[in-house]
């Protein structure tokens, strides 16, 4: 399984516009995060976690040329404004593309996208989608892989994290019960959400995240939405423990 991230940064990505923190000012590419995403393949099969507004950019970057699924985490702007941006995909391989989230996501994009979801006079320029209820404690296959959704709160709103064989993929997460961390046991590769140094009420801190690692026990794991208050990449990186990498904008790596 190979894993690209396409985008590292919280909802404002970094550099934040108008800002002149140091780190916004940063000349390292590694300080530099679009808004957070992952690209996953394995056995033929191409799916991206999330689709914020920076896909379009995200998806020539890395010279995606195929999606099979969309899997989304929750209905938040920086991880699902990127939608209309499918239109090339659905063009080129000529049907919907399934995308899979909570029932209130889908719902929220019947309401955001409307004219992605007409059913009469669509307009023929708007990208067509097969919609898949994504529900907790209720694998499903793409491929020939099991996906096991990942309950979690993002404060009060839940939100999805997804396993894909040893491959864990969450953000935005703030709490998650202990039912669904035994979801989590022997993983090889964790991506998980590290905001920033202090206490946030809807994010792991960088220590909320690294309890969390320790806590799940993975070979490696992986900080994303990350915010340019975190610090400098290489500073950050340091201080990590042996098996904690910070990711970055057009990281790929093998699980």
Same mark, same amino acid.
């Given at each position: 399984?190979?894993?690209?991230?396409?985008?590292? #940064?919280?909802?404002?990505g970094i550099p934040?516009? #108008?800002?002149?923190? +140091?780190?916004?000012k +940063?000349?390292?590419?590694?300080?530099?995060?679009?808004? @957070?995403?992952?690209?996953?393949?394995? =056995?033929?099969v +191409?799916?991206?976690? %999330?689709? #914020?507004? =920076?896909?379009?950019?995200?998806?020539?970057? +890395?010279?995606?040329? $195929?999606? %099979?699924?969309?899997?989304?985490?929750?209905?938040?702007?920086?991880?699902?404004?990127g939608?209309?941006?499918i239109?090339?995909?659905?063009? $080129?391989?000529?049907?919907?593309?399934?995308? !899979?989230?909570?029932?209130?996501?889908?719902?929220?994009?019947?309401?955001?996208? =409307? !004219?992605?979801?007409e059913?009469?006079?669509?307009?023929?320029?708007?990208p067509?989608?097969?919609?898949?209820?994504? /529900?907790?404690?209720?694998d499903?296959?793409? #491929? /020939?892989?099991?996906?096991?959704?990942?309950?979690?709160?993002?404060?009060?709103?839940?939100?999805?994290? !997804?396993?894909?064989? =040893?491959?864990?993929?969450?953000?935005?997460?703030?709490?998650?019960?202990?039912?669904?961390?035994e /979801?989590? /046991?022997? @993983?090889?590769?964790?991506?998980?959400n590290?905001?920033?140094?202090?206490?946030?009420?809807?994010?792991?801190?960088?220590?909320?995240?690294? %309890?969390f690692? !320790?806590?799940?026990?993975?070979?490696?794991?992986y900080?994303?939405?990350?915010?340019?208050?975190?610090?400098?990449?290489?500073? @950050?990186?340091k201080?990590?423990?042996?098996?904690?990498?910070?990711?970055y904008?057009?990281?790929?790596?093998?699980?």
């Amino acid at each position: 399984m190979q894993v690209y991230f396409l985008g590292t #940064g919280t909802s404002q990505g970094i550099p934040v516009i #108008g800002s002149s923190h +140091s780190v916004c000012k +940063s000349e390292d590419f590694k300080d530099k995060r679009l808004r @957070v995403s992952v690209w996953v393949t394995f =056995d033929e099969v +191409s799916l991206v976690i %999330d689709c #914020g507004p =920076d896909f379009r950019q995200q998806m020539l970057t +890395s010279g995606c040329e $195929k999606l %099979d699924a969309i899997l989304f985490t929750h209905e938040h702007a920086d991880h699902t404004a990127g939608l209309d941006d499918i239109r090339p995909f659905f063009f $080129k391989q000529k049907k919907d593309i399934p995308i !899979y989230a909570h029932q209130r996501v889908l719902e929220n994009f019947k309401k955001r996208f =409307d !004219y992605i979801f007409e059913t009469e006079n669509k307009y023929p320029g708007a990208p067509g989608v097969q919609t898949f209820e994504v /529900k907790n404690d209720a694998d499903f296959e793409i #491929g /020939k892989a099991k996906i096991t959704p990942i309950n979690a709160n993002h404060a009060n709103l839940q939100v999805f994290g !997804y396993r894909i064989q =040893d491959f864990v993929y969450l953000t935005d997460v703030k709490t998650i019960d202990d039912s669904e961390i035994e /979801k989590l /046991k022997g @993983v090889k590769v964790l991506v998980v959400n590290a905001l920033r140094e202090e206490p946030h009420h809807s994010h792991f801190s960088l220590q909320e995240a690294l %309890d969390f690692i !320790y806590l799940v026990q993975p070979e490696r794991a992986y900080l994303t939405h990350i915010s340019h208050l975190l610090g400098f990449h290489e500073e @950050v990186q340091k201080r990590l423990p042996a098996n904690v990498f910070l990711a970055y904008d057009n990281l790929k790596i093998t699980v």
